[in-house]
Every structure is written in C-alpha cells, then in structure tokens.
C-alpha cells in the first residue's frame, strides 16, 4: 500500500472475504470476485502480455476449482492463490527459456551500485510502470507482492518457494534498482511528475 500510495498507482477495489481460520473458506463466486484483479495485474506485471496474463488467472482459478476445496483456513485463500499462479507463470517461462532463476551474487555480478544524489526520484505512474518493467523477475516479483498485493514476507516466501531471509533481501535489492532505474529515467525523459519519498 505504501509504495502504491507514493508511486500514486491506484489500487483495485477488492471485496472482504473472511479472515478467521474457523470461518468457511468463501464459494468460487466469491473468491473469483475478490482476487480477480489482483491476479491479474501480477500476472501481466509478470508476463507482460495481456492474453498470457489471462490465461495464467484462468488457470489458477481452474486450479482452484479443482483443488481449493482442500485448503481449510479461510485465510490462506490469496497466499494459495498468489502462490499458484507465479508458479504457472514459472512453468511457461521456463518452457519458454526467458527466465533463468539466477540468486544475485555480489562476487559475481558485482556490488549492487546505490544511486543516490541525495534526493528521492520524481516519478508518475507510467514511469514507474517502465521501471518495474525494467527490473529482473526475482527482483519485481516480491516488490510486487509487498507493495501492491500487500502480502506479508511469510506470505511471498510461501508464495515464491524462497525462505523469509531472501524476500528481505530481495526486496532490498529491489528497491535499490528501481530508485536507480527511476533516477535515471527521470533524467532522460521529461514528463509531468510528482515527489515521492524513499521507504
């Protein structure tokens, strides 16, 4: 929420489902209505494109159909769902060969360089989209999660198979590029932009 809030992306409009663990998990219905966009819009930040991104919601929610009815704690709903279509999105990457899932390495790929003159970037939405675009998967997946989708670091760890230590530092990592990367578009390309503030 407090990247969205900066970066003045505009969050979509969920519906509450229950979050009890002895509450009934919530009828397909439900639960397409309440995590649709949101699936959504992680898949095509994923993918890139429109109709993958579709078919990605729509297999997991097929996925769901068949096998959601064996999840009993009601809030674990969007972690079992977020969890399932990055692995969908995974599966056709790799069939794809467009995704190595490569862990950075400073000795190897070099210290991460920080671009910081000292004053946040200026940035408007599209912008930001250009730059998240721009940032590897192992690093835009989590700062996606986090941000935007709001899920918890033992949530994107569930979700992306990765233990709790490696999301912080992902995200970290993540944060580093996107300022850098922000920093750099933001000199390059004039645009009408607003101030936002480091978290």
């Known amino acids: 929420?407090?990247?969205?809030?900066?970066?003045?992306?505009?969050?979509?409009?969920?519906?509450?489902?229950?979050?009890?663990?002895?509450?009934?998990?919530?009828?397909?219905?439900?639960?397409?209505?309440a995590h649709y966009q949101g699936l959504y819009r992680f898949a095509l930040s994923m993918s890139r494109r429109e109709a993958t991104a579709q078919d990605l919601v729509q297999q997991t929610f097929l996925q769901w159909a068949?096998?959601?009815?064996?999840?009993?704690?009601?809030?674990?709903?969007?972690?079992?769902?977020?969890?399932?279509?990055?692995?969908?999105?995974?599966?056709?990457?790799?069939?794809?060969?467009?995704?190595?899932?490569?862990?950075?390495?400073?000795e190897v790929h070099g210290a991460t360089q920080k671009e910081d003159d000292g004053e946040n970037p200026r940035v408007d939405s599209a912008t930001l989209q250009t730059a998240l675009e721009e940032l590897e998967p192992n690093y835009r997946a989590p700062l996606v999660l986090f941000y935007l989708k709001e899920l918890s670091y033992r949530d994107i760890a569930e979700t992306l198979g990765v233990p709790i230590g490696t999301v912080?530092?992902?995200?970290?990592?993540?944060?580093?590029?996107?300022?850098a990367i922000l920093h750099r578009l933001e000199k390059s390309t004039p645009t009408n932009i607003i101030p936002i503030t480091a978290s």
């Open 1 to 33: 929420m407090e990247l969205a809030l900066q970066f003045g992306i505009e969050l979509p409009a969920t519906r509450t489902i229950p979050r009890c663990v002895t509450d009934p998990v919530p009828s397909f219905e439900q639960i397409v209505d």
């Open 66 to 106: 068949k096998k959601g009815h064996t999840l009993r704690d009601a809030s674990k709903v969007k972690t079992w769902l977020f969890t399932t279509i990055y692995r969908e999105w995974l599966a056709i990457a790799r069939r794809e060969k467009k995704y190595e899932e490569v862990e950075f390495e400073p």
């Open 168 to 179: 912080m530092s992902r995200l970290s990592r993540a944060k580093d590029s996107l300022r």
